[in-house]
């Protein structure tokens, strides 16, 4: 057979190889919700400034006390681009900060946190010492007719930070839906949940609340409410290694299906001689983003920050990076920066990094490409299929990307994957998309990084 039809039918096996590889990553959803019975003190909300404070019973209060609550509230912000601005086109509701209102209801003496723990961290049925959450008060949001918030990510506070939580009181109201959305594995699939707490409060025959916890990094937006009003209180949860704070009991749950089946198809895989015979490199394109600083005094605190970030990857995430140890494949976490070619050139090129790296500020004047500047940096550039890239290069690295390819339309130079809209300003920590870079050897030393 000559050499390059060989190439070709080795490349179409190693593909359809990977097609289902990437089939069996069934994406669980990035939340958990349900409603929680209460006692009637746990309703009992003291709100209002300094020397003019109200009390409000919010499983009984009538109209006229949800009226004053309301105009009792400062109106809502959001982050825009670094900028903390009131804009009622894009979000209209009140709101009060946490020194503003006291309420009887305490989540850490609550089975939320339990909740959260089992439903939304943890995806294996290994015994767990129970994983810390640390709950952060965050504010108290009244949307009353015609209130809604547009499309937006959470701002994330520190690289700890991993959801939101959204606690629903009973007031009635219609409309006012939590509707999140995400990324799918497919090529622009994008799924789509919502969370009608109005409906979920409705069917409850007991003062109750209705709550949904999220991965922070998920879009969502809170549709217009068409009457009644709703209340809500957020917190931010964070990990933590403070074991008080985590469950007294193990929380025991079956391996996930797609988990078992994403473990056996990469062993039938590595165990194959027609997968990768001479050794190659894969490139799993996460489905989260995560927090991380915007830049680091060092690159070795860079590439620490990126190692830290492991055991906290996020659902199926965590599945693959676990299952890719488990099999002694050499596989670590990266950023991925794209750049163009020139200003004239729509050629894009790929170089990834052990950590976040400092980018020159738009004035500042680089000698060479972008490319090089990064590769200057100590980058790796990298070669995908479907991007002309010389694969000759002696300092291009080929790589089979499974889920989560780059290819996108084409960015200014440098340009991070930062959410425009958020509920706080930008601070000094941002979302970054993260990848998994593994080194497979040849057939019979797979566990060995030798890839080509």
């Known amino acids: 057979m000559p050499p390059r039809r060989k190439e070709s039918k080795l490349a179409n096996l190693t593909r359809n190889q990977l097609l289902y590889l990437k089939s069996t990553l069934v994406q669980k959803p990035p939340f958990c919700q349900g409603t929680l019975q209460l006692p009637d003190s746990d309703f009992t909300l003291f709100y209002g400034k300094e020397g003019n404070a109200s009390r409000i019973n919010l499983s009984t209060a009538p109209v006229a006390q949800?009226?004053?609550?309301?105009?009792a509230c400062d109106p809502a912000t959001f982050g825009v681009g670094g900028e903390d601005v009131h804009d009622e086109?894009?979000?209209?509701?009140?709101?009060l900060d946490k020194n503003d209102f006291a309420i009887g209801f305490d989540i850490n003496r609550s089975d939320l946190i339990d909740a959260i723990r089992s439903e939304l961290l943890i995806e294996n049925d290994r015994e767990s010492d129970g994983e810390g959450i640390r709950t952060e008060l965050y504010k108290l949001n009244v949307y009353g007719k015609g209130a809604f918030f547009k499309p937006h990510v959470d701002t994330p506070r520190s690289e700890l930070m991993f959801g939101s939580l959204v606690i629903v009181f009973p007031p009635s109201h219609e409309g006012g839906?939590?509707?999140l959305r995400a990324q799918g594995h497919k090529e622009g699939e994008i799924r789509e949940w919502t969370f009608d707490s109005s409906a979920l409060l409705a069917q409850q025959t007991h003062p109750s609340i209705a709550y949904i916890a999220f991965f922070s990094d998920i879009e969502h937006e809170v549709m217009p409410v068409t009457s009644g009003h709703r209340v809500t209180i957020t917190y931010n949860l964070y990990h933590s290694n403070d074991k008080t704070l985590a469950s007294s009991l193990p929380v025991l749950r079956p391996i996930s299906t797609n988990e078992q089946a994403f473990r056996d198809a990469l062993r039938g895989l590595i165990d194959s001689p027609m997968f990768l015979p001479d050794g190659g490199n894969l490139m799993f394109g996460l489905t989260?983003?995560?927090p991380l600083a915007k830049s680091y005094d060092s690159a070795a605190?860079?590439?620490?920050a990126l190692k830290d970030l492991e055991p906290r990857l996020k659902a199926t995430d965590g599945i693959i990076l676990?299952?890719?140890?488990e099999c002694s494949l050499d596989a670590s976490l990266k950023i991925v920066y794209e750049a163009r070619e020139s200003q004239w050139s729509r050629m894009m090129s790929y170089v990834m990094f052990d950590g976040v790296i400092e980018l020159p500020s738009v004035d500042h004047m680089i000698r060479g490409t972008a490319p090089d500047y990064l590769e200057s940096e100590g980058g790796q550039h990298i070669a995908t299929a479907g991007v002309r890239v010389d694969d000759t290069s002696p300092r291009t690295l080929p790589v089979h990307w499974v889920t989560d390819?780059?290819?996108?339309?084409v960015k200014h130079f440098f340009k991070e994957t930062i959410k425009t809209y958020g509920n706080e300003p930008t601070l000094e920590v941002v979302y970054w998309r993260i990848w998994i870079f593994v080194r497979?050897?040849?057939?019979?030393q797979r566990g060995v990084a030798g890839g080509s």
């Open 288 to 290: 989260h983003q995560y």
């Open 66 to 71: 949800l009226e004053h609550l309301a105009e």
């Open 405 to 409: 390819h780059p290819l996108v339309p």
């Open 177 to 179: 839906a939590l509707k």
């Open 301 to 304: 605190e860079a590439k620490q």
């Open 322 to 325: 676990r299952v890719l140890r």
């Open 89 to 95: 086109t894009y979000r209209k509701a009140g709101k």
């Open 440 to 444: 497979v050897g040849p057939k019979g």
